[in-house]
């Protein structure tokens, strides 16, 4: 964060014990504005070296950033209905699920669940580039699909996009999805 800051800060020693409180600030990248927190260190020394530090903090509400931000990634369908393609809410992205649809709207893949997720994920990824994100930040996936043996074809699309990252996963057979076209419908949750 280039403009990252500390301010009040304030230290506190006595024996071999200190602490350090503080308000950090600063700008994360894809970020449009910048993000507090308030937080404390806390130090063991031991032969006038740090021997244990531990920092503790938590989000401080800031007037220049609401808790509650709605995302709609531009190079993808808008959405069908009344909802946002992400909701980020302090430090958590919220995605909403995602289908295989093309920049006009349209079911793509026919019947072919590789290409379906695929186009799934490539959705997905754009919103989170547009939050400043990567699949490297999704903590939680929900794959919804409307037959569970395709479970095993999707693996490998997955895996490419997630690569070494493993998030924590549910995988749901429905009878049908929102568009009768539709195989599969995915949401995640990523952290910042």
Same mark, same amino acid.
């Given at each position: 964060?280039? +403009?990252?800051?500390? #301010? /009040?800060?304030?230290?506190? $020693? /006595?024996? #071999?014990?200190?602490?350090?409180?503080?308000?950090?600030? @600063?700008?994360?990248? @894809?970020?449009?504005?910048? $993000? *507090?927190?308030?937080?404390? %260190?806390?130090?063991?020394?031991? #032969? %006038?070296?740090?021997?244990? =530090? +531990?920092?503790?903090?938590?989000?401080?509400?800031?007037?220049?950033?609401?808790?509650?931000?709605?995302?709609?990634? &531009?190079?993808?369908? =808008?959405? $069908? @209905?009344? !909802?946002?393609?992400? $909701?980020? !809410?302090? +430090?958590?992205?919220?995605?909403?699920?995602?289908?295989?649809?093309? =920049?006009?709207? /349209?079911?793509? @893949?026919?019947?072919?669940?590789?290409?379906?997720?695929?186009?799934?994920?490539?959705?997905?990824?754009?919103?989170? &580039? +547009?939050?400043?994100?990567?699949?490297?930040?999704?903590?939680?996936?929900?794959? !919804?699909?409307? #037959?569970? /043996? %395709?479970?095993?074809?999707?693996?490998?699309?997955?895996?490419?996009?997630?690569?070494?990252?493993?998030?924590?996963?549910?995988?749901?057979?429905? &009878?049908?999805? *929102?568009?009768?076209?539709?195989?599969?419908?995915?949401?995640?949750?990523?952290?910042?």
């Amino acid at each position: 964060m280039p +403009d990252a800051r500390w #301010d /009040n800060v304030r230290h506190f $020693v /006595n024996g #071999d014990r200190g602490v350090s409180q503080w308000i950090y600030s @600063g700008t994360p990248p @894809g970020a449009n504005a910048p $993000v *507090a927190r308030e937080g404390c %260190d806390l130090f063991t020394f031991r #032969d %006038d070296k740090i021997l244990v =530090k +531990d920092t503790f903090q938590k989000i401080v509400e800031s007037p220049a950033r609401p808790s509650r931000e709605l995302i709609h990634a &531009s190079a993808i369908h =808008k959405p $069908v @209905g009344r !909802y946002a393609h992400a $909701v980020r !809410y302090k +430090d958590l992205l919220f995605v909403s699920g995602c289908g295989p649809f093309d =920049k006009e709207g /349209n079911v793509t @893949g026919v019947g072919d669940i590789v290409t379906q997720a695929t186009r799934t994920l490539q959705n997905i990824k754009e919103i989170l &580039s +547009d939050a400043g994100l990567t699949f490297a930040n999704v903590i939680r996936e929900t794959v !919804y699909l409307t #037959d569970i /043996n %395709d479970g095993v074809d999707t693996r490998a699309v997955r895996e490419a996009f997630y690569g070494e990252v493993l998030p924590a996963a549910t995988l749901i057979e429905i &009878s049908r999805c *929102a568009h009768p076209d539709m195989k599969i419908e995915i949401e995640v949750v990523a952290g910042f």
